[in-house]
């Protein structure tokens, strides 16, 4: 069963994606047509934290697709949004051209630095902005079918999936962390200059990736909604709350799970790709376990098996860690793992289970109290 009424829930994701909306068609205005010196303006350096604001929700949404809906916890979702930002990160760089400290037309920075003679095999194509959006979409929803298929058919489920799947994000980790392997190592890609021919620190740069950010967000809520709402979505509750019933029913449970394991890739994919150009930097510690660990606090905190609460979570926790990490950064560490326990001990359907207990109580004193008044019977 869902969490919640089906009429609160679509209420509450209205309003969300309703905010969004209104988000990406003031900030713009406020950032291009408001004179800086005002009150009312909204900085570049403002869209531009809002817009990886966007791309983390996204990347919640993926999450709790699988996590909420299906039960599946994965605690390796932080690699396929790096693998996205690499994609995008390459594609960058190769934007560069001739205007890198080195001059070299061809080769990156880094590579020059290395004493690379030749592009990479895998670099290649990078240079069409097509090809990289390809790539985005592919590699990392191939890379989860194959990790997926064998999880799956082998039934790895619980506890043993999520450290699986967490040991996989970190061998990526350690991989890209060697200069032998063409992605920047320790350092990363970064020095991004261009991004389809337009300067990637124009204002109008930072304003289309922030509206990019949020429809993307929007288009992924309403399609994960239809997901959810459908007969697939039924089954993938199903298994949720029975697997075995429901794979003696005659459902194919494991290609159940591997098709949404899949989109949800795809999905944290397209995050990473539009998060790289808004920060300016890929580096292999976006495989971090701790990244993907964030994500799952993210989703518990705004309430899993909604969407919307994925949405909330994300926006409200980094929201908090800016401040954190502003006035106090040696502290953000305890207070993200304070709140997960505050969230797993005391608001186990985080915090659209407090919206959901303020409708109701809300309804309660509107609605009369009924009557305990006998009525007298008229004698037969």
Known sequence: MHLFSFKTTDRIGQGIIGLITLLIIIVPLLNLAVPSDSSFHVSTYAVTLLGKFLCYALLALALDLIWGYCGILSLGHAAFFALGGYAMGMYLMRQIGSLGQYGNPLLPDFMVFLDWKELPWYWLGFDSLAFTLLIIMVIPALLAFVFGWFAFRSRVTGVYFSIITQALTYALLLAFFRNEMGFGGNNGLTDFKFIAGFAITADTTRITLF??????????????????????????????????RTRFCGYQVESYKLLLFVFSAFLASIAGALYVPQVGIINPGEFSPLNSIEVVVWVATGGRGTLYGAIIGALSVNYGKTLFTTYSPETWLFALGALFVVVTLFLPKGLVGILHNLKLRKTKEVSPPASTTAQPQEPK
């Open 211 to 244: 509206v990019l950010s949020g429809l993307a967000l929007i288009g992924a809520y309403f399609t994960c909604l239809g997901i959810v709402n459908s007969r697939f979505g039924r089954v993938i509750v199903a298994i949720r709350d029975a697997e075995s």
